[in-house]
């Protein structure tokens, strides 16, 4: 799935993002592909889920597939 980053902490490497069906979604550092450095407000992403858990966990981050 795709979304926008809404939000970034440069420290803590973790933030939010909306995916294009308006749902929020916390992501972790740990959860940041290898790639990615450092995201921008507005930046579309790649991001994967478990979306049994709830609420839904973010697996992934990527800029690029």
Known sequence: MQGTVASFDLGTRSGHVL??????????????????RHLRVGQRVFVDLVRDAEPPT???????R
């Open 19 to 36: 995916t294009d069906d308006g749902v929020r979604l916390d992501f972790a550092a740990s959860s940041l592909a290898d790639h990615v």
């Open 58 to 64: 973010v697996t992934s981050i990527a800029l690029w």
